[in-house]
């Protein structure tokens, strides 16, 4: 945990650092005029990006739990709850993190998702839909899907990069709308910029952000599926709990705001799966049946060998 807090905190850091130094330089060669207070404004809307998402980050687990309508489990609700906590616990020793909060919320969507601040306080939840649903194997699938998330520290690696772009989207906002001519006072001096300019500019630039986010987004459930196979001994159950779950993608659950778009399992294809935090399920089945069968140079025949599950 401060290994990656650090890690927060020096990238951002860094880039301050970096568009500091830019802004020097373009007040030095005349592209910048040297009364601007970008250097404050800097320091300002990367403080204020980063200690949002920070925040946010902190809170994450019980605002999911809020929203979600997650009860949590211990075992001694009945034998699903049971099966839940022994497999979880299970994948957790496999993939060397600490157990995390177990819960169920009540949705027919088949879905699953993993949050928190850090591997020691993640929460892994599960949809009634697809625990009702989904056979066994599959399902511990999904679930070590999610603790892949929790190893990898995704949750934190998300923050940091959304801090860095809400930062990136505040500056750059108020930098373009202090360099647009302004009309000056008699005495000389400048208004400041409309806030009526800084709105549409936060929103076109919010909007590039997301594109960054989002693919970023993509990138993780990738990562996240080889390391379900690797907890499972191989793609074949991830393969198949990700068929299963392109059938039942009928089963919404309308209560559900976009804000929880992350905590879905596939996104959309097409121009929206640009701003979509999760790739369309084909990919993902595409990706896992092509890192099984691609050549492992750890084996003697240079093949991979064939997954046990």
């Not at 605002?63 to 906590?85: I, T």
């Amino acid at each position: 945990m401060a290994l990656r807090s650090a890690l927060f905190l020096l990238t951002n850091l860094a880039v301050v650092a970096t568009i500091s130094l830019l802004i020097t330089l373009g007040v030095a060669v005349g592209w910048l005029p040297p009364d601007l207070p970008l250097g404050p404004l800097l320091s300002g809307c990367f403080v204020w990006g980063a200690a949002g998402s920070w925040l946010a980050l902190q809170g994450s687990r019980e605002a999911a739990k809020q929203a979600m309508g997650v009860q949590l489990l211990d075992g001694r609700e009945g034998p699903e709850a049971q099966w839940l906590v022994q497999t979880v616990t299970a994948l957790a020793e496999r993939a060397s993190v600490p157990m995390p909060e177990l819960g169920v919320y009540a949705s027919p969507e088949w879905n699953a998702f993993a949050t928190g601040p850090s591997p020691e306080r993640a929460l892994v939840a599960v949809s009634s839909g697809i625990l009702d649903g989904m056979p066994a194997p599959e399902l511990e699938a999904v679930l070590a899907h999610e603790m892949s998330h929790v190893g990898n520290g995704d949750m934190v690696t998300m923050a940091l990069l959304q801090g860095v772009i809400n930062a990136f989207v505040m500056f750059l906002a108020r930098a373009l709308a202090l360099l647009l001519p302004r009309r000056s006072d008699d005495d000389g001096r400048r208004p400041p910029p409309l806030t009526a300019l800084i709105w549409p500019l936060e929103v076109v630039l919010g909007l590039a952000g997301s594109l960054v986010t989002a693919w970023f987004s993509r990138h993780r459930e990738f990562r996240a599926d080889a390391g379900a196979a690797r907890l499972t001994g191989g793609p074949d159950a991830m393969v198949k709990a990700l068929e299963r779950l392109g059938a039942t993608q009928q089963l919404l659950d309308r209560r559900d705001p976009p804000a929880l778009a992350p905590f879905k399992i596939a996104g959309p294809a097409g121009l929206l799966g640009l701003l979509a935090t999760h790739p369309p399920l084909e990919q993902r089945i595409q990706a896992l049946r092509q890192a099984s069968a691609a050549p492992d140079p750890s084996s003697p025949g240079g093949v991979r060998p064939a997954s046990a599950g």
